[in-house]
């Protein structure tokens, strides 16, 4: 009878046990939910945020016209000055930044051994056009840049003046292509953000 007397009690301890998981379970959704209101910014901001993002947008693409029509007109490094920030000299708009990625890998030579030379650049554009026509005519881009940094040798390249030469190359590689595919330059700086040279 002993068993009998168990068999009953089996199902309240089910529901004992039952009671503190869902409780858990309530508790732990109350604590997610609390936290996301508080951690998840809210809609207005976003709405402030945006607003203001489309006013910085329409300053940005004035400010990139002005440069553009300047660049267009052919009146050289003032009228560049102006649309980058106007008297002062500073610059009106951020910059635009286009990754060259995946990064440059290739074997440069040495009277001794083979080198391996790796890196990861990102290019400064004048504007969104820029950017597009990076993006584009991307191909073309790597693949002149490919066969540039091959033609290097590790005392070209093992200097900090080597590395700002080889800058100095590699942008006015890309503007020659960007000039003779869109008729205008569209970069004005390369930042190499990773040189590695085994």
Same mark, same amino acid.
Do not use: C, W
């Given at each position: 009878?002993?068993?009998?007397?168990?068999?009953?009690?089996?199902?309240?301890?089910?529901?004992?046990?039952?009671?503190?998981?869902?409780?858990?379970?309530?508790?732990?959704?109350?604590?997610?939910?609390?936290?996301?209101?508080?951690?998840?910014?809210?809609?207005?901001?976003?709405?402030?945020?945006?607003?203001?993002?489309?006013?910085?947008?329409?300053?940005?693409?004035?400010?990139?016209?002005?440069?553009?029509?300047?660049?267009?007109?052919?009146?050289?490094?003032?009228?560049?000055?102006?649309? @980058?920030?106007?008297?002062?000299?500073?610059?009106?708009?951020?910059?635009?930044?286009?990754?060259?990625?995946?990064?440059?890998?290739?074997?440069?030579?040495?009277?001794?051994?083979?080198?391996?030379?790796?890196? @990861?650049?990102?290019?400064?554009?004048?504007?969104?056009?820029?950017?597009?026509?990076?993006?584009?005519?991307?191909?073309?881009?790597?693949?002149?840049?490919?066969?540039?940094?091959?033609?290097?040798?590790?005392? @070209?390249?093992?200097?900090?003046?080597?590395?700002?030469?080889?800058?100095?190359?590699?942008?006015?590689?890309?503007?020659?292509?960007?000039?003779?595919?869109?008729?205008?330059?569209?970069?004005?700086?390369?930042?190499?953000?990773?040189?590695?040279?085994?």
């Amino acid at each position: 009878m002993s068993a009998a007397a168990e068999a009953p009690k089996a199902p309240s301890s089910k529901k004992a046990l039952l009671i503190p998981i869902i409780g858990a379970v309530v508790a732990t959704a109350a604590i997610t939910g609390g936290a996301m209101y508080f951690l998840m910014p809210s809609a207005k901001p976003a709405r402030h945020a945006k607003a203001d993002g489309d006013a910085a947008a329409a300053e940005h693409g004035a400010a990139d016209e002005a440069a553009a029509s300047a660049e267009d007109e052919g009146s050289g490094e003032e009228a560049a000055a102006e649309g @980058e920030g106007g008297h002062d000299g500073k610059k009106a708009a951020s910059a635009i930044y286009y990754p060259m990625t995946p990064s440059f890998v290739v074997n440069i030579g040495d009277s001794d051994a083979s080198h391996f030379l790796q890196i @990861e650049m990102q290019v400064r554009a004048k504007n969104a056009a820029a950017t597009d026509a990076l993006k584009l005519h991307d191909p073309q881009i790597r693949n002149a840049l490919l066969m540039l940094l091959g033609a290097q040798t590790v005392a @070209e390249v093992n200097s900090r003046e080597g590395k700002e030469a080889l800058q100095k190359k590699v942008l006015a590689e890309i503007q020659r292509i960007l000039k003779a595919e869109t008729g205008k330059n569209g970069v004005d700086a390369v930042y190499f953000t990773s040189f590695v040279m085994q």
